[in-house]
């Protein structure tokens, strides 16, 4: 029987967003990015354990945030220097079998629907690993080396963005833990699809609804946008 567990990224210091609390912490409709994302897996209510991957120097505020929604088998770690690292370090944190399933997801995504998790589920059975995506509408080109000019134009049919949650099952990642990584940071994959490299990748079509808080204004558009499930 496949046991599921989810991993939420929540390691973000609020650089990007120019504010001294952490993305993971800022309200939406009266919640925390963090809560709204808990209790949606919360409500999913399959897990084995739900690990919860903090920034070292919040990790009692995420303790306190959280107190009511942890269960026992429920854990917060801390995170590494990049997504990938923290990544990792919340895997480390669980003892697994070959037939478990992974949830990975950014609680700067607050909306994603149950159903979703289920389809998750079923195509990681499949090819190995899953991931949430979204068609993309706009025309597309690629640039160039120095981003002022134009190389090519590409087909929109066949390019979807990656949205999370994402999932990967145990035997596939005993086989991705066995890859060699970069040893700069900067080249660390950034989402499940970049890790599994040319592996195929399970695809569940979402909308343009599951939207990530990364910049000013994000928070604005995320609760316009934001899915009661």
Known sequence: MNQLFAILLAGGTGSRMGESLPKQFLRLRGESLLRHSVKRFRRFGLLKSLTVV?????ILETEKELQDLL???DRIVEGGETRHLSTLK?????SYDEKDIFFIHDVARPSFKQNELFQLVEQTKIFGAASIVCPVTESLIRVGRHRNYSEEPLNREEVY?????QSVAGFMLSELLLDPLSSKTSEHPTDLCTWMGKRKVGIVETDFRNTKVTSPGDLTLADSLYIED
Do not use: R, Y
């Open 54 to 58: 903090s920034h070292p120097d919040w």
């Open 71 to 73: 269960e026992p088998n």
């Open 90 to 94: 919340g895997l480390a944190s669980i």
């Open 161 to 165: 963005a990656v949205k999370t949650p």
